[in-house]
Each structure stands twice: as structure tokens, then as C-alpha cells.
T-cell receptor, first 117, second 118 residues
Framework: AQKVTQAQTEISVVEKEDVTLDCVYETRDTTYYLFWYKQPPSGELVFLIRRNSFDEQNEISGRYSWNFQKSTSSFNFTITASQVVDSAVYFCALSMGVTGANSKLTFGKGITLSVRP | GAGVSQSPRYKVAKRGQDVALRCDPISGHVSLFWYQQALGQGPEFLTY????????KSGLPSDRFFAERPEGSVSTLKIQRTQQEDSAVYLC????????????????FGPGTRLLVL
């Protein structure tokens, strides 16, 4: 069985602070995929990133960066110089594949990020 | 192009009533997923379609839940004899398979239908 744990439930920061959202996953499969999604108040889940289990290279996209460490089964997400528009619920998710039924996502409970002006 | 759309956006039902929730996936997307998101929780998988074939319904919580996608495009999730525990946001997602391009298999989500059973 797969499991995603997001131990932090709510985080509040002041604008321009850096913030890291933690994600720990469990799976017995050697091939798997990790995701981060953003859910703004409108409710629609917005895809941010996907990593596969064979690629531990960290990734940076603008103010966003991701740290994937298989040794600790973690896939953490850092927002640098946070902005009010970053306020949302962030979900980490796991799948066994990217096609077919294996691509169904197992989500964590989400982290509510509030960025204050 | 248009994203995934869902209707209605909000639905209030009396306990015992049947409801039908609609999902219009992105045109040409082969895969379609339904998820249920309870308040304060992450989405949980309900069922998966590849074109018109329902290949995985392991997440449907009871036989009161039924989903179909008869022509391989629009999908309907039906809940019979609704119960208060069915109150949740129902999310639909679609993805394009087989393109072989990075992120093409990414699931794109609709805005969800918020169901409240009184």
C-alpha cells in the first residue's frame, strides 16, 4: 500500500519569508512518481511538479524548488520569498505509474499555507 | 483551450435523494478519474476510466456509487440514496496518455462539485 504523510497542517509566514513544506511517502515499489499540487480557494487542483523515482536531481522553477531524497523517502517543497498569492493548500501525492490505472494518485492531507502581507 | 469542467458546482440534497454529477474532460483525453475530497482532507481515488472502459472502481465506497462514461468523453458519477457521510467535494481529472512527452500524462483537475447532504 502507498501512503503520503504531510505532518504540517497549517503554516503561516510573513511575505518574503522562505517556507518549506514537508512530504514523506511510503511505498514498496521501486518505480513510482511524486507530485505536488496547489489548491487555491477556488478549489481546482493545480499541478506544480512530477518526479520519478529514478531521478533524484533537485529542481528549481523560479521561486519554487523541490528536494527529493530517496534515503529518507522525502520530497520537500520550498517557496523562496513567499508572496500573498502563494496562500493555498498544498498537496503531495504519489502514483505507481503515469498511464492507466497505475496513475491514480494517493494524496497526503495537505498543508494550508497562509502568507501575510 | 478549455480545461476540465464539472457541473453543478454546488449541490444540496436531502438524505435519501439520488444525485448525478457531471464531468467534461479536456477534449481528446483518454483517462478520466474521479476523486472524493472530504473537508480538511486530501482527495481520495474513487474510479478510473480509459476511454469508455471503467478499469478500476476499487475506491467506490459502496454500491450506492456508480460511474459511467458511455462514449469515452463526458462522465457522470451517480450517488443513490445519499447519506450525510457522502457530503464532500467530488473532483474529476483527465489526462492524455501515450503522447510520450514529459508531463503529458499529468492529471488536470476540474473545479469540483461540492455536495452537501442534509
Amino acid at each position: 500500500a502507498q501512503k503520503v504523510t504531510q505532518a504540517q497542517t497549517e503554516i503561516s509566514v510573513v511575505e518574503k519569508e522562505d517556507v518549506t513544506l514537508d512530504c514523506v511517502y511510503e511505498t514498496r515499489d521501486t518505480t513510482y512518481y511524486l507530485f505536488w499540487y496547489k489548491q487555491p480557494p477556488s478549489g481546482e487542483l493545480v499541478f506544480l511538479i512530477r518526479r520519478n523515482s529514478f531521478d533524484e536531481q533537485n529542481e528549481i522553477s523560479g521561486r519554487y524548488s523541490w528536494n527529493f531524497q530517496k534515503s529518507t523517502s522525502s520530497f520537500n517543497f520550498t517557496i523562496t520569498a513567499s508572496q500573498v498569492v502563494d496562500s493555498a493548500v498544498y498537496f503531495c501525492a504519489l502514483s505507481m505509474g503515469v498511464t492507466g490505472a497505475n496513475s491514480k494518485l494517493t494524496f497526503g492531507k495537505g498543508i494550508t499555507l497562509s502568507v501575510r502581507p | 483551450g478549455a480545461g476540465v469542467s464539472q457541473s453543478p458546482r454546488y449541490k444540496v440534497a436531502k438524505r435519501g435523494q439520488d444525485v448525478a454529477l457531471r464531468c467534461d474532460p479536456i477534449s481528446g483525453h483518454v483517462s478520466l478519474f474521479w476523486y472524493q475530497q472530504a473537508l480538511g482532507q486530501g482527495p481520495e481515488f474513487l474510479t478510473y476510466f480509459q476511454n469508455e472502459a471503467q478499469l478500476d472502481k476499487s475506491g467506490l465506497p459502496s454500491d450506492r456509487f456508480f460511474a459511467e462514461r458511455p462514449e469515452g468523453s463526458v462522465s457522470t458519477l451517480k450517488i443513490q440514496r445519499t447519506q450525510q457521510e457522502d457530503s464532500a467535494v467530488y473532483l474529476c481529472a483527465s489526462s492524455l496518455e501515450g503522447a510520450g512527452l514529459r508531463y503529458q500524462e499529468t492529471q488536470y483537475f476540474g473545479p469540483g462539485t461540492r455536495l452537501l447532504v442534509l
